[in-house]
């Protein structure tokens, strides 16, 4: 009982952490999305492609949560954006403290786009509210195709699912109707695209709707 | 500082069942091993290869650990075998006390070999003693090359590491030495298995491994 309890605490003090963070990023005008997926889905080299393709027409930054190294930071600073490595050291998820320290080292002032790059882990990070406008799930299609249905939460709590690796289709167990079958049954609400971070495909379509939600500011 | 106090009193309680677990296993000469790795990385598919191989040879029992769905079980169970499974419902990882209740169901006084396979998740299953001989981290090179840097306690806490997918190595962005460096400079004693469980390559090394591990009892 006494672990349920601060579990509830711990969760509605975060509650209110990622409430301010909101209220802060929605006064900036700024869009805020965050990225969930299993370790190696490809979340960061999406980033990259989306820096890529949208860098020059939107003012994006990036908050980069790992367990360990700041690697995936490295990677997308090459872009000149800030980016903020956040290191858990053995925490398997990112909280609305973290992300409120966070963000006071991002000028928010000139931004349109904020993406938070959860620690790679399906299961816990679901659950805590960042101040995020939306969780977008990415599925890679080397998981395969029952991953909605055996970790339900973070495709019920996202708006947005973004299957990812179908240069691999050809070489996997993964049928595509089945997983978007699984996805919907979970959440028929379900925005879907289809990418390949690797090749490109499909980064177009996914680039288009994030310009669309995050307007540059007059 | 409260919850750093009980978080030690659940470990502790943890490590209690977990001890209490492996004399009962190693008192019935049953070799045990906790297969941890990220979501879709291949764990079920290796044991489903395991128990094509040697499922004849070694009596066998899976204990499958999963957030929500019995689909783990079910494709094992049509081998044969006792195969119990655990739904967390929502929860991030097995503990002792779970395993302890699953152990109730299996007969332990004919079994060679018990696989445990994890919940999908790369960090929090490796914080926890579920009273195995040791933990085997499962690593598929569909998720590049550096998550032993960026999950190192997966990586660190296990005796073995299965480089699984090899099949798909020539599509992607994956260095077979660097990913066997990268695992090796957290833990140098790792001892590696490259394996498809897709194609079967490699199945024979492992499970001819897995049998010395195992001896059949007299």
Chains 1, 2 share one sequence.
């Not at 009982?1 to 509605?12: P, S």
Request: charged letters at 25%.
């Amino acid at each position: 009982m006494g672990i349920i309890t601060i579990e509830r605490n711990v969760l509605e003090k975060n509650d209110q952490v990622a409430q301010r963070n909101r209220d802060m990023l929605r006064a900036h005008g700024v869009f805020t999305c965050n990225l969930l997926s299993s370790p190696g889905a490809g979340k960061t080299l999406l980033l990259e492609r989306i820096l890529e393709s949208i860098g020059a027409k939107r003012s994006i930054a990036v908050i980069e949560g790992d367990v360990q190294t700041t690697l995936d930071a490295e990677r997308l600073e090459r872009f000149g954006i800030p980016a903020v490595q956040i290191i858990t050291r053995g925490g398997c998820h990112l909280d609305a403290p973290l992300v409120e320290n966070a963000l006071r080292q991002i000028d928010l002032t000139a931004l349109d786009l904020l993406c938070i790059e959860n620690v790679g882990n399906l299961v816990c990070p679901s659950g805590y509210d960042l101040g995020e406008d939306m969780k977008i799930v990415i599925a890679s299609t080397t998981e395969g195709d029952d991953k909605p249905l055996k970790y339900p939460a973070a495709f019920r709590n996202a708006s947005v699912l973004i299957i990812n690796k179908t240069d691999l289709l050809p070489h996997v167990p993964c049928d595509m109707a089945a997983l978007r079958g699984n996805a919907l049954s979970v959440n028929p609400s379900l925005k879907v695209f289809e990418t390949s971070a690797f090749t490109g495909a499909g980064i177009p379509e996914l680039c288009g709707w994030l310009m669309e939600q995050s307007p540059r500011r007059e």
